[in-house]
């Protein structure tokens, strides 16, 4: 079962299904589609039942229409019991469309608007200066309702 990235815009707006981003790592911190949860493929035998409870609506993306990487990932979800259409074309349709798309760059620009230094250094892209406390916050996760999994750095 396939679904249109408008049709997954409108879903993931509307909070009807987690979107997942099965790609590797080096692909998600690349880009990838806000809201997205990121779950290599491999990862989703052993790890899908802890991040998304059963039964709750999935929707997977990979690359684009070369890549059998969503379909893949909608096997094992089926395996898994998880009601889960994979998104026509992936992040590479999603982005062609004209819909929003987190980079390495937007996630840095957050993180300099976070108060993570005490001195007054601003982070530079590529550069770790030391280990440092961050602020966390844990808030309800609007992905999956009745989690809270979600850690971001406070503003202020």
Avoid at 77 to 90: D, S, T, V
Avoid at 104 to 123: A, H, K, M, N
């Amino acid at each position: 079962m396939e679904i249109d990235v408008t049709d997954v815009r409108a879903g993931l707006d509307a909070g009807k299904f987690v979107l997942v981003d099965t790609r590797r790592h080096a692909s998600w911190e690349h880009s990838h589609i806000p809201g997205a949860l990121h779950l290599p493929t491999v990862l989703i035998p052993n790890q899908a039942h802890v991040l998304i409870p059963a039964g709750t609506p999935v929707v997977v993306y990979s690359w684009g229409l070369g890549c059998n990487g969503s379909t893949l990932a909608a096997l094992a979800f089926a395996e898994l019991g998880y009601p889960m259409p994979a998104m026509i074309g992936g992040i590479e349709y999603w982005a062609r469309n004209g819909l929003p798309v987190e980079t390495f760059d937007s996630i840095t620009t957050v993180w300099e608007e976070c108060q993570i230094l005490s001195y007054g250094i601003r982070p530079k892209r590529g550069n770790f200066l030391a280990p440092v406390t961050i602020p966390w916050v844990i808030e309800p996760d609007t992905h999956l309702p009745g989690c809270q999994v979600s850690s971001r750095c406070r503003r202020g």
